[in-house]
């Protein structure tokens, strides 16, 4: 198995990826698809939506989240709290593992749980 940090760093690339691809799809201005990407894969972003996904998560990728919080990371980005970065870590450790691991179906579905949370609140649509 992988190291934690390594499925994370897998994870961060595909999350950024699927951020994108739902942002393209969307009828935004080109000078408005980096803002709106910044603000869906940041830290603070992705920790809530680990927090809001956490309880909907077999015990296996629990645990692979788990792993992925609790890695000793060497740092934290300046505009993110530790348990920000840590949570955001485990959430793209997961995500990394999924895609490794084959199951697109579950990364689709979990990323849909993400999109349609970040829709609801209006994070897609800020200036």
Not at 32 to 55: D, G, I, N
Not at 70 to 86: D, F, I, L, Q, S
Request: aromatic share 8%.
């Amino acid at each position: 198995m992988l190291s934690p940090l390594t499925l994370a760093f897998v994870g961060d690339a595909v999350y950024g990826l699927l951020v994108r691809q739902k942002l393209a799809g969307l009828d935004l201005s080109p000078s408005r698809l980096h803002p709106a990407s910044v603000r869906l894969v940041r830290a603070e972003a992705q920790a809530r939506a680990a927090e809001a996904l956490f309880p909907r998560l077999t015990e296996e990728e629990q645990g692979i989240f788990k792993r992925g919080r609790n890695a000793h990371t060497g740092g934290v980005p300046k505009n993110a709290t530790v348990g920000e970065y840590h949570a955001a870590t485990g959430l793209e450790a997961l995500f990394g593992y999924l895609y490794l691991a084959g199951r697109d179906h579950r990364l689709t579905e979990l990323f849909r749980e993400i999109w349609d949370r970040a829709d609801a609140e209006g994070d897609l649509y800020k200036k």
